[in-house]
């Protein structure tokens, strides 16, 4: 059962759960407490089979501005922070689940990394996005360096990053930062649909995709190619496969049931 949380809502509908980075009054200025509640959060749920999509977003119009650095000045930090907690994009990027970044206003620094460390990530167009992370002198944390290039490319990550800058969100979305914009006032609805059809997906299939893309990361080509090989016998024996080849002929919907 998870628990309450300060910092951060977990809530649940079926398959789906949605993390919101809930400081609306410091427009979700992360902190040491929002670091490790998210961590535990997320340690938690990425054994749950049951779940198959986790959306991270922001309450109020703002997303996540990266560090509250008025929280971090005033000389009350709270409690210390931990190495261990800043494998929140680390996570985000391979737990079993597919995760979604629903980035619904301001998204910098700190809350880029976690963003980015997401599957898919979509913003409203209203949102701007900024590595910011040198405008504070700082050289940055959350992961850049190692997602940024996979989504950019390595000459536009490094531009961003030390040349930084708010991108709009039809920018991001040409330059691959982001999938798409949508429109303020569609946001959620959008951002809803693309969620209910990756849940509608086989879920040891969807599984399994991302399984391998994370693991294509760290291997070479004829490696992937031998795990790749192995995972599609298995899955193509499964019940929800041979579901899936039936409905396909029969031209209709298939019912999966996750075996």
Known sequence: MTKTYDTILWDRDGGVGTITIN??????????????????LLHEVADDATLTVIVLT????SFCPG??????????????????????????????????????GACA??????????????????????????????????????????????GKARELS??????TADEAAAIGLVNAAFDDDSFRRDVQAIVEQLAAKAPIARR????????????GFGEFIVMETKDHGTITATADCKEAFRAFVEKRQPQFQGR
């Not at 400081?23 to 535990?40: A, K, S």
């Not at 509250?68 to 079993?96: A, N």
Request: aromatic share 8%.
């Open 162 to 167: 030390l040349l930084p800058r708010k991108v």
């Open 58 to 61: 922001g309450a109020g119009p």
């Open 208 to 219: 399994g995709m991302k399984a391998h893309y994370v693991g294509a990361e760290s291997m």
């Open 109 to 154: 620094g700190a809350g880029l990394g976690w963003a980015c460390g997401c599957d898919l990530r979509y913003a409203t167009r209203s949102a701007k996005l900024n590595t910011a992370f040198l405008d504070v002198a700082v050289a940055g944390d959350m992961g850049l360096p190692w997602t940024l290039p996979r989504l950019v490319g390595a």
């Open 23 to 40: 400081r609306p009054e410091h427009f979700n200025g992360m902190t040491n407490q929002m670091l490790r509640e998210t961590h535990e």
């Open 67 to 104: 560090a509250d650095l008025k929280h971090y000045t005033s000389g009350e930090t709270g409690e210390p922070g931990k190495d261990e907690y800043f494998d929140v994009p680390v996570l985000l990027h391979e737990m079993p689940q597919v995760t979604v970044a629903a980035i619904n």
